[in-house]
Every structure is written in structure tokens, then in C-alpha cells.
């Protein structure tokens, strides 16, 4: 039996938004805990020296077409936003500060700031779109921005980004099984079938 199911991602990444549907799910009927792990790939395109999807020759206007058809076909709702790709930076340090004292409720806060990304189109770029997503949660908004701003959050974020390129995530969304790495929300079946069948 797996230890647990690390789930790393990028809040600008649709294709972890997708991932979002079945990750938990999965980890419930394995019954191993889900560890989410949102990075920056802005620092992991320095070193494969990959770009923003969309901003690539011919698989841009491939993934124009598939990631509404994605949606579409997992049910969810879906809205590319207007600035795209935009940075997430200050949402990833939102859920590190967070996640020291509340693990569950940053899970809460990664999927509320996908739903208003993805699925509804939102700007969550700007420190003030991520506090208040984060307060229509409930958390407290200068305790939140407080955290964002703190130079601690800040090391903690570069520590995490480090700790994936070390594990050699080069993409979003990525999951390992124990050691065992699956890139790609299409890869959730293997997933799923690994920890059914203990690995093949």
C-alpha cells in the first residue's frame, strides 16, 4: 500500500485544474492521504526550457482546442481567463502560509482559487484577488496578506519549487506514488490502477 499520492501543480495550469476532480477521490478509495504541492513552472521552464503552452508553435493552438474539450468532457465549469497565462506567485505562497496551520483548509483554498481561475474566468494574479478569494473562505484577510508578504512564506515557497525540480517535476499537473511519477491529469487512471494493483 502506497504511503501517500503527492500532487504537484501550477495554479496557471487548466490541466491541474482538472486534476483537481479526481485526485481527493482516488486517495479516499486507496486510502492513502493526497499531499498537494503547488509550484511555479515559470522556475521549471528555466531548466527544461519548455514555455506557456499556448505561447508554443503548434501545440498552442492544440491546446486552445483541447482544454475546453477537457472540461467539457469531465463535467466541469470552464472559463480561460482573460490574462493567460498569468503568475501565481502570490497563490502558491496564499496556500504555503495557510497550510502551516491549516493543511485542510488550504486544500479549501487551492480549489476555490482554481474554480475562480478555471472556472469562472476570475483574475487571481493580483495580492488582493487572493486575500479575498481566501476571506470568502472565511480566513482572516490581513492575516492572509500578512502571510503572503512574509519573507518566510517567500523562502518556504522557493524551498517547495526547489524540493519538486529535485524530484524532477517538469510539468503540471505531476503525481508520484511513493517514487513512482505519472505526469499529466490523463495519467490519473494509472494512478488509480497503481495503487489498485500495487504497481506493474
Same mark, same amino acid.
Given at each position: 500500500?502506497?504511503?501517500?499520492?503527492?500532487?504537484?501543480?501550477?495554479?496557471?495550469? !487548466?490541466?491541474?485544474?482538472?486534476?483537481?476532480?479526481?485526485? =481527493?477521490?482516488? @486517495?479516499?478509495?486507496?486510502? &492513502?492521504?493526497?499531499?498537494?504541492?503547488?509550484?511555479?513552472?515559470?522556475?521549471?521552464?528555466?531548466?527544461?526550457?519548455?514555455?506557456?503552452?499556448?505561447?508554443?508553435?503548434? +501545440?498552442?493552438?492544440?491546446?486552445?482546442?483541447?482544454?475546453?474539450?477537457?472540461?467539457?468532457?469531465? @463535467?466541469?465549469?470552464?472559463?480561460? !481567463?482573460?490574462?493567460?497565462?498569468?503568475?501565481?506567485?502570490?497563490?502558491?505562497?496564499?496556500?504555503?502560509?495557510?497550510?502551516?496551520?491549516?493543511?485542510?483548509?488550504? &486544500?479549501?483554498?487551492?480549489?476555490?482559487?482554481?474554480?475562480?481561475?478555471?472556472?469562472?474566468?476570475?483574475?487571481?494574479?493580483? &495580492?488582493?484577488?487572493?486575500?479575498?478569494?481566501?476571506?470568502?473562505?472565511?480566513?482572516?484577510?490581513? $492575516?492572509?496578506?500578512?502571510?503572503?508578504?512574509?519573507?518566510?512564506?517567500?523562502?518556504?515557497? +522557493?524551498?517547495?519549487? /526547489?524540493?519538486?525540480? @529535485?524530484?524532477?517535476?517538469?510539468?503540471?499537473?505531476?503525481?508520484?506514488?511513493? =517514487?513512482?511519477?505519472? $505526469?499529466?491529469?490523463?495519467?490519473?487512471?494509472? &494512478? /488509480?490502477?497503481?495503487?489498485? +494493483?500495487?504497481? $506493474?
Amino acid at each position: 500500500m502506497a504511503r501517500a499520492i503527492d500532487f504537484y501543480f501550477d495554479f496557471s495550469s !487548466p490541466y491541474g485544474y482538472f486534476a483537481t476532480a479526481r485526485i =481527493d477521490e482516488i @486517495g479516499r478509495k486507496h486510502g &492513502v492521504p493526497v499531499r498537494w504541492h503547488p509550484i511555479l513552472l515559470g522556475a521549471v521552464f528555466k531548466i527544461t526550457g519548455a514555455g506557456p503552452l499556448p505561447t508554443l508553435p503548434l +501545440k498552442g493552438g492544440y491546446f486552445t482546442h483541447d482544454v475546453p474539450r477537457s472540461a467539457r468532457a469531465l @463535467g466541469l465549469p470552464f472559463t480561460l !481567463p482573460a490574462r493567460f497565462p498569468f503568475g501565481t506567485v502570490t497563490a502558491c505562497r496564499a496556500f504555503y502560509f495557510v497550510e502551516k496551520s491549516d493543511p485542510a483548509g488550504a &486544500v479549501r483554498l487551492a480549489r476555490a482559487l482554481y474554480d475562480a481561475a478555471f472556472g469562472k474566468g476570475r483574475d487571481i494574479c493580483p &495580492v488582493e484577488a487572493v486575500v479575498g478569494i481566501a476571506a470568502e473562505l472565511g480566513f482572516d484577510p490581513d $492575516w492572509v496578506q500578512a502571510g503572503i508578504q512574509a519573507h518566510e512564506t517567500k523562502e518556504l515557497v +522557493k524551498t517547495e519549487v /526547489d524540493a519538486a525540480i @529535485g524530484r524532477q517535476v517538469f510539468g503540471s499537473p505531476f503525481f508520484f506514488v511513493d =517514487d513512482e511519477p505519472f $505526469w499529466g491529469h490523463d495519467r490519473l487512471d494509472q &494512478v /488509480d490502477l497503481w495503487l489498485e +494493483k500495487g504497481g $506493474w
